[in-house]
């Protein structure tokens, strides 16, 4: 079975898009990866497709492969099932593929509000709980997926709830400053509270056409993003704001999941990542890689000496910063790969 990381943060501006589409490209250079478009803004299926997006939802043969649609026969009551949908890889990446977003997926949220709070007393309702899940496992299937990775959007919505509880685990992404820190604070009572909801549901819903995902996701570690450096490490506005996003989140946020199994054992986290109070890396605003990477159609760790088209110290100085990127994600994989094998 396909293993899931959900990337989550009800925040927004903390990268959570650039992290599953950083997090993607990286692993499917070694497996087989799905990343999945759950956000009504649709920033990483505009982000693969590029000058594609807008054609993939006019032409017939394309236009209901998507999110949306692949549920639409469980939440307008059609009398069929589920199946896989087709995705779409990019050139570059063979082995990665996208399970494109849709700009109305927020019109499923009441329906399925009501379904997760109505304790399976309808049972028009009890077959949506399980329908993303279920369209993420035969997708998986379809394509032999080993792993796979799950955009939200920067809400506590009922759909996002859904999306993180069908995960084994997640990454919070923050930014270093106030906001991502009351973000955390709020985190950490909604979180157990999901987590409380989904072992009463999975019993109530497990003779629905499409079952939850037994179990809750574990916390895999953060990543704090989008800061400058001086002299090698984060400029002075920055540190202090590091710091206090590493402590809530390796003391009270810690404390309150690990209430409710949402943790990985200290063996299985590792003395590298407990030391980093749960933090998986920093990684420094991509700065003028960024555009040269979006012209290309890759992450910023994929851009050639070519597509940076610079030369002297400018070329120099940005091969730096790649080698710096590619180095952080592939750290950022291989410690997710390891903490995958035990959720």
């Not at 394509?143 to 997640?170: E, G, K, R, V, W």
């Not at 409380?196 to 809750?216: D, N, Q």
Request: charged fraction near 20%.
């Amino acid at each position: 079975m396909s293993k899931r990381l959900v990337v989550f943060n009800h925040k927004g501006g903390v990268s959570k898009t650039t992290t599953v589409y950083n997090i993607g490209w990286m692993l499917s250079k070694k497996y087989k990866v799905l990343v999945v478009d759950a956000d009504a803004q649709c920033n990483l299926t505009s982000l693969i497709l590029g000058d594609d997006f807008e054609k993939y939802y006019l032409e017939d043969q394309t236009r209901l492969h998507n999110i949306k649609d692949g549920v639409a026969m469980a939440f307008q009551g059609k009398p069929h099932p589920i199946t896989a949908v087709n995705c779409f890889s990019p050139q570059k990446a063979p082995s990665l593929y996208l399970l494109a977003g849709h700009a109305n997926l927020s019109e499923y949220d009441a329906s399925l509000t009501f379904a997760q709070t109505s304790n399976n007393a309808l049972s028009t309702l009890q077959n949506l709980p399980g329908a993303f899940s279920e369209l993420l496992r035969l997708t998986e299937e379809k394509y032999s997926i080993d792993y796979t990775i799950i955009d939200l959007n920067p809400s506590l919505s009922a759909t996002n709830q859904n999306f993180f509880l069908s995960a084994h685990a997640f990454v919070i992404p923050t930014n270093p400053d106030p906001f991502s820190i009351m973000a955390i604070n709020t985190l950490r009572s909604t979180l157990p509270r999901w987590a409380e909801w989904k072992k009463t549901a999975v019993p109530l819903f497990s003779e629905s056409a499409y079952p939850l995902l037994p179990g809750v996701p574990k916390f895999s570690g953060s990543l704090i993003q989008r800061f400058n450096i001086r002299n090698g490490k984060a400029a002075r506005p920055y540190r202090d704001n590091i710091d206090e996003i590493k402590t809530s989140l390796s003391g009270n946020f810690y404390d309150a999941i690990a209430g409710v199994g949402m943790v990985f054992t200290p063996e299985e986290y590792g003395a590298e990542l407990i030391e980093s109070q749960y933090c998986l890396a920093e990684v420094p605003d991509f700065q003028g890689l960024l555009p040269k990477a979006h012209q290309a159609g890759v992450p910023v760790f994929e851009v050639t000496d070519e597509d940076i088209a610079e030369t002297g110290p400018v070329l120099a100085g940005l091969q730096t910063k790649r080698e710096l990127f590619n180095t952080h994600f592939i750290h950022i994989t291989d410690k997710l790969v390891g903490l995958l094998a035990h959720a």
